[in-house]
């Protein structure tokens, strides 16, 4: 399959008439191409991204360009809608925001406030868990999960983990509301679940492009102190950790599970 990343922004730059100018970057995970293209404010549409694709392209459309940027999204999915190509929003462009420090621009996008977890999607109750990244593919590969999200770049073995190495996770046992739970979830694109000390403390999912949810909150020291070492062995397993969704405490059934990483 072929994959471009591509963004599509107001720069800071003016051409001879003081017209800010926009850019469109396009490059693939390699970087083994990479293509610049601007062009005037009065100019910046979808029809002029679509005619810079079909120049690149040629003949070799891409299947799916991936877009990180809320602000560029809707032109690019018009342009790849006009011919034929996926575009897919992801935060994951890792080559792309790499291109972009590396050109210093700006590329960091503005986040919204958190919201709570619908009320009827509440679990009866959740906890941190960890397991060894050699154990983490085997533990649920011979299990029926009906919505699994496991991208190949995340796996472990992809990242060069040993196996030995503790890959943090949180469990939350839904109940009844277990599968609605799931669904929702999956339905927000979860990318990462992080620990942030406040009054209260709170577990906060990141999804989407810029999307923020709160999962938890909590006052004891013990979970405190808990979700600290959550976020310590976040750092030793270069950010990889999971997420998973099950009905019970059986450890028998299992409803979603996500492999994140920031």
Known sequence: MKIWQADFYRSSKQDDTKQVLWELLICDATRSFEYVATCPQSAANSSWVETQIQQLA????????????????????????????????????????????????????????????????????????????????????????????????????????????????????????????????????????????????????????VDRWVLATFEDTDVSTAAKVYEQRKQQSQGLHFLLIQPDDSGVTYTGLWLLQA
Do not use: C, H
């Not at 877009?67 to 929003?89: C, D, M, T, W, Y």
């Not at 792309?96 to 919201?115: I, N, V």
């Not at 995340?154 to 196996?163: F, M, V, Y």
């Open 58 to 209: 040629g003949e070799a459309l891409p299947d799916v360009i991936q877009v990180f940027r809320p602000q560029s999204l809707s032109l690019i999915e018009k342009a790849g809608q006009n011919l034929g190509i996926a575009v897919e929003a992801t935060r994951r462009t890792l080559a792309l925001k790499q291109w972009l420090q590396e050109r210093q621009s700006a590329f960091t996008l503005e986040q919204p406030a958190p919201l709570p977890l619908p009320e009827n999607l509440w679990g009866e109750q959740w906890r941190f868990a960890t397991l060894a990244a050699g154990d983490l593919e085997i533990e649920f590969s011979d299990r029926p999960i009906p919505i699994l999200s496991l991208p190949e770049s995340l796996k472990p073995l992809n990242l060069g983990l040993a196996s030995t190495v503790p890959v943090p996770g949180v469990v939350i046992y839904g109940g009844r509301q277990s599968m609605r739970l799931a669904r929702w979830l999956a339905s927000t694109r979860p990318v990462a679940l992080n620990y942030i000390a406040g009054a209260p403390d709170g577990l906060i999912l990141e999804a989407g492009l």
